[in-house]
């Protein structure tokens, strides 16, 4: 069995209101049920809806996935109910900081510390685990595995295949195609070109043929050209990964901070207009806070 | 220890300078990167490193800044930058200016020897990069134990010996051995590591590395023509082997390069920048 719920799809920063009461305003959490295990993709402000309904599972064992260590993705981590309960079990996992050198235990420990949260982390009563992970790294967790793939972000970013029981999903955390830095005239340009290839290449072959894609989806394809470099996807950029991946469905997240419902479902659908659907489409949908789907 | 190696002051200068700016052009940027040996070789360690687990070589800063992200890249070379830098001579009385002249020289031609015998453009990266690199090994000698290279340099200028003896006599080992083996430990690529190991071999040893063969051919072509100067006074000859690769001579295959003032002047220039 494999299923997961959205509890947490806006990116940047978490977006309460009268605008995002539909798609809600979390920032990235995904809670993965395999099993009878619990892994979590990102630790947004989403966790701690989630960390409220673990409470009957006490004593627990969960996995957290970090994709990256920007805020968005680790905000809600010091409101990790489970953490503060004795006979709890919490592993996180993550990519290692090639600039500090610093592993995912960084992100969890500076949050905690004096000037930025009251309780210190060797106050935390739950047994914490950190793993950094590299690039292709399987985790065995029961009949799960889950995969590491280096996508591309202002900083490392992991995206994560949960497989189980034959089923798979994707989740791409922050992700923007690699864009030629060079201009077309210059000796380098197809250069940087063949590298670009390879890269989409080894991803899209990590996600090929998976059920379920949820990828990072910011912008419109007109906000699109003023935001490149920031790291985030389109509409337009999302839709040819699902294809080109050969997905079943595929869940777009990470929605910009500053749309609200009516303009992300706007935004939606001038995408399927402008894509209009092809023979072995997957089916497309906006991510939505509490929503769960079963695989 | 090798790890604190600060850069060349030039590469340092430039990065601080433009990493200030949000603007920052990429490939301006890269272009830096990729003109400072010590900067350099520390990046593409870092990209090689299990930090990342690559199933693959990152062979170049390109590469590297697809593979992992420009802003990896971007940050990597600030917390290079900030680590201080090469002063411009130091107590070795290593001239850092003409060292530089000389590996950007040596990469170049290299370059234009792999072109030459017609390695896809893909590859001719790595020949710039083997000659930029083939003499880390100096710069670390000059950084970490000036004494004796200070000795091992004023023997070649007294007993007219060539560099390597004297390092050989003065510390024991040589920059070729100390460079390749330094880059073996940081894991870079095989074919860089050899590049650097055995760029004064006579002798083909097994090696039939056509970026070798080119930096050997560059390296004792820009010593030749003067450009810069890595402290070597002592003129190799063409290994037969590598002769063979170019079939032709050193006099033949220098004239056969034609002018390369206007490539030459290129690292002259972004030197002097």
């Known amino acids: 069995m494999l299923k997961f719920t959205f509890r947490g799809v806006r990116g940047s920063i978490a977006s309460p209101g009268p605008e995002t009461v539909i798609y809600g305003g979390n920032t990235t959490c995904i809670e993965v049920r395999a099993g009878s295990e619990l892994i979590i993709l990102d630790a947004g402000t989403g966790i701690f809806p989630l960390s409220q309904t673990l409470a009957p599972e006490f004593p627990l064992t969960c996995h957290i996935f970090i994709s990256h260590t920007h805020w968005d993705h680790i905000q809600g981590l010091p409101f990790f109910i489970p953490m503060f309960v004795a006979g709890n079990r919490v592993k996180i996992y993550g990519g290692q900081d090639p600039v500090t050198g610093k592993g995912v235990q960084e992100a969890l420990s500076r949050q905690l510390e004096y000037a930025f949260f009251p309780i210190r982390e060797a106050e935390l009563s739950a047994e914490l685990e950190y793993i950094s992970l590299s690039e292709n790294q399987v985790v065995n967790i029961g009949d799960a595995q889950v995969t590491s793939v280096l996508m591309n972000h202002p900083a490392i970013n992991y995206g994560y295949k949960v497989s189980c029981g034959g089923r798979s999903l994707f989740f791409t955390g922050d992700h923007e195609w690699p864009y030629n830095i060079y201009e077309p005239d210059d000796d380098d340009y197809q250069l940087f070109e063949d590298h670009i290839a390879q890269k989409r290449k080894s991803i899209i072959d990590a996600v090929a043929g998976v059920d379920v894609l949820i990828i990072d989806t910011a912008y419109t394809d007109d906000e699109y050209p003023a935001k490149k470099g920031w790291g985030h996807g389109s509409f337009s950029s999302s839709i040819a990964m699902a294809r080109d991946a050969g997905v079943k469905h595929c869940f777009f997240t990470h929605h910009e901070p500053t749309r609200g419902d009516k303009g992300l479902e706007k935004a939606f659908q001038a995408a399927m207009d402008k894509h209009p659907s092809q023979p072995g489409d997957p089916k497309f949908h906006l991510a939505r806070e509490s929503f769960t789907f079963e695989l | ?273």
């Open chain 2, 1 to 273: 220890m090798v790890d604190e190696m600060p850069a060349f002051p030039g590469s340092v200068n430039k990065i601080l300078q433009m990493t200030s700016s949000i603007d920052c052009a990429p490939k301006d940027l890269v272009q830096v990167i990729e003109h400072d040996p010590v900067m350099m070789a520390k990046i593409l360690k870092l990209v090689n490193s299990a930090y990342f687990g690559l199933s693959r070589e990152i062979t170049s800063i390109k590469h590297g800044v697809v593979f992992v992200g420009l802003n990896t890249i971007k940050n990597l070379a600030i917390s290079i930058a900030t680590m201080g830098m090469l002063s411009k001579t130091g107590p070795a009385g290593l001239d850092m200016n003409r060292f530089l002249l000389h590996s950007l020289g040596t990469a170049t031609v290299a370059k234009l020897l792999g072109k030459r015998l017609g390695v896809a453009s893909d590859r001719a990266t790595d020949y710039f990069v083997g000659g930029l690199l083939h003499d880390i090994g100096k710069v670390v000698f000059a950084q970490f134990m000036p004494q004796e290279m200070a000795r091992a340099l004023k023997r070649v200028e007294v007993e007219k010996v060539s560099l390597p003896i004297a390092e050989m006599i003065e510390i024991g080992a040589d920059h070729a051995q100390l460079g390749g083996m330094l880059v073996e430990k940081w894991q870079l690529p095989h074919t860089l590591v050899t590049c650097i190991k055995e760029h004064h071999s006579q002798e083909q040893n097994g090696n039939t590395n056509k970026v070798l063969d080119c930096v050997v051919a560059a390296n004792i072509m820009i010593k030749q023509m003067g450009f810069g100067c890595a402290g070597n006074l002592v003129e190799d000859r063409l290994p037969g082997h590598v002769s063979a690769r170019f079939g032709m001579e050193l006099a033949e295959l220098r004239e056969s390069m034609g002018n390369l003032d206007e490539e030459l002047e290129k690292a002259n220039a972004f030197i002097c920048i």
